[in-house]
């Protein structure tokens, strides 16, 4: 498990704790309210950190779907390799999965990255090895 996780979890834990604690001072119809609340406060978390990954996921197979169209208009005679964060695996979980890595196979020493939003692309890095960045055939300026 990850740090950022970890923190998630105690934060969760400590807003049901104050609640369930608050729920106990009170009497009667509010005590039994504030159970109730804390119940549903836990469900809905739950719910939520259990869903994330599926919809994570739901995300990037939509901007991986608008970035093909762009590549194609922007390189028409070369063919690319798309590849994504795999966020689930250990090992990953501290990299924004929302970056999107594109190989193209002219160009294998080279990954660039791209960022998608809504209706905006935009090349933000690249990492190689390649020492004379003049050379690089995709990059796009600033």
Same mark, same amino acid.
């Given at each position: 498990? =990850? ?10 834990? /400590? ?49 991986? &779907? ?12 070369? &063919? ?6 795999? =966020?689930? &695996?250990?090992?990953? %979980? =501290? ?9 193209? %196979? ?9 960022? /998608? &939003? ?25």
């Amino acid at each position: 498990m =990850h740090s950022k996780e970890v923190i998630e979890f105690m934060v969760v834990g /400590v807003a049901i704790a104050v609640i369930i604690i608050i729920s106990f001072i009170l009497k009667g119809k509010l005590r039994k309210l504030g159970l109730v609340f804390a119940t549903v406060v836990l469900i809905a978390y739950s719910l939520f950190f259990t869903a994330r990954p599926f919809w994570i996921d739901a995300q990037i197979e939509k901007k991986v &779907e608008m970035l093909e169209p762009y590549l194609e208009q922007q390189y028409p005679h070369a &063919e690319w390799m798309i590849t994504t964060i795999p =966020h689930r &695996e250990d090992g990953y %979980k =501290h990299l924004n999965p929302y970056y999107i890595e594109v190989i193209f %196979k002219d160009e294998p020493e080279v990954t660039y990255l791209y960022w /998608v &939003e809504k209706n905006n692309i935009y090349q933000t890095g690249y990492s190689t090895k390649e020492e004379n960045l003049e050379k690089l055939k995709y990059k796009e300026s600033e």
